[in-house]
T-cell receptor, first 113, second 114 residues
Framework: AQSVTQLGSHVSVSEGALVLLRCNYSSSVPPYLFWYVQYPNQGLQLLLKYTSAATLVKGINGFEAEFKKSETSFHLTKPSAHMSDAAEYFCAVSAGGYQKVTFGTGTKLQVIP | GAGVSQSPSNKVTEKGKDVELRCDPISGHTALYWYRQSLGQGLEFLIYFQGNSAPDKSGLPSDRFSAERTGGSVSTLTIQRTQQEDSAVYLC????????????FGSGTQLSVL
């Protein structure tokens, strides 16, 4: 069985500040990890994914995430927040193969001008 | 079609009635997922199809919930004897197959049970 825990249901940052959204996973096998984003009144879309090729994964809109096996973490970062980054972000995990994809409870990011 | 299509986009029903929610995945996508999104609950997994079979039904909340997929394409999620706690956004997603693949989400069905 696999699961993810997202620390902080709401995160506020100032425009231009570092964005850090936390995700810890639990998996009995090497996991596949994902970050999805849901902009206001839009559907969910993939931001980035980790599939064991490289531990530092770069995604769209300047976001990146680092897979740390020792910490069972996959935190999402962006060096400088933009107003357009305001959205809800979901971390997800899968055991691969034909196993289901399990999502976290989400973190709403607010960007303050 | 170009994307995952869900219908209806909104459904208001009375407690105790049955409802059917439809999902039309991207052509060629073998995997299809149903999730439920409620305030503060994130995306709750309901059921997953690979082709027409459902390897994982573990997320269905009760026996009032059922889903089927025919022809490896369209899926229907049925909720019988709806309750107010069933009110949520029901999301469908599809992918090319393995669970390392990107999920493509539909816009969802907002279900309101009065």
């Amino acid at each position: 069985a696999q699961s993810v825990t997202q620390l902080g249901s709401h995160v506020s940052v100032s425009e231009g500040a570092l964005v850090l959204l936390r995700c810890n996973y639990s998996s009995s096998v090497p996991p596949y990890l994902f970050w999805y984003v849901q902009y206001p009144n839009q559907g969910l879309q993939l931001l980035l994914k980790y599939t064991s090729a490289a531990t530092l994964v770069k995604g769209i809109n300047g976001f990146e995430a680092e897979f740390k096996k020792s910490e069972t973490s996959f935190h999402l970062t962006k060096p400088s927040a933009h107003m357009s980054d305001a959205a809800e972000y979901f971390c997800a995990v899968s055991a691969g193969g034909y196993q289901k994809v399990t999502f976290g409870t989400g973190t709403k990011l607010q960007v303050i001008p | 079609g170009a994307g995952v299509s869900q219908s209806p986009s909104n459904k208001v029903t009375e407690k105790g009635k049955d409802v059917e929610l439809r999902c039309d995945p991207i052509s060629g996508h073998t995997a299809l997922y149903w999730y439920r999104q409620s305030l503060g609950q994130g995306l709750e997994f309901l059921i997953y199809f690979q082709g027409n079979s459902a390897p994982d039904k573990s997320g269905l909340p009760s026996d009032r919930f059922s889903a089927e997929r025919t022809g490896g394409s369209v899926s229907t999620l049925t909720i019988q004897r709806t309750q107010q706690e069933d009110s949520a956004v029901y999301l469908c997603a599809s992918s090319l197959g393995g669970s390392n693949e990107k999920l493509f989400f539909g816009s969802g069905t907002q279900l309101s049970v009065l």
